[in-house]
């Protein structure tokens, strides 16, 4: 199952307890309130839906533009691209 741009600002707002729309692709989510255990929940689930993450890659670019471009590089070309 494919992670997609709208999933994972959903996921993140979710999170954050957030609507989704207020989240922008270059927010630092660190100033809308994710933290690093937060941000390990997140890759926890991500990777429950079968994408190979690593915390690093997502600690060191903390916007959804960021982990939307880790996340697309992790699932290749497998099922639909979805570019958000």
């Known amino acids: 199952m494919a992670i ?3 999933r994972m600002r959903a996921d993140i707002a979710a999170m954050i307890h957030e609507e989704p729309e207020a989240i922008g692709l270059d927010d630092n989510l660190m ?4 933290d690093s255990m937060r941000l390990l929940t997140l890759i926890l689930a991500w990777q429950e839906a079968g994408v190979d993450l690593d915390f690093a890659e997502f600690a060191e670019r903390f916007t959804l533009a960021g982990w939307w471009e880790a996340v697309r590089r992790r699932q290749g070309s497998v ?5 958000g």
């Open 31 to 34: 100033d809308l309130g994710l």
């Open 79 to 83: 099922g639909g691209s979805d570019a």
């Open 4 to 6: 997609t741009l709208e």
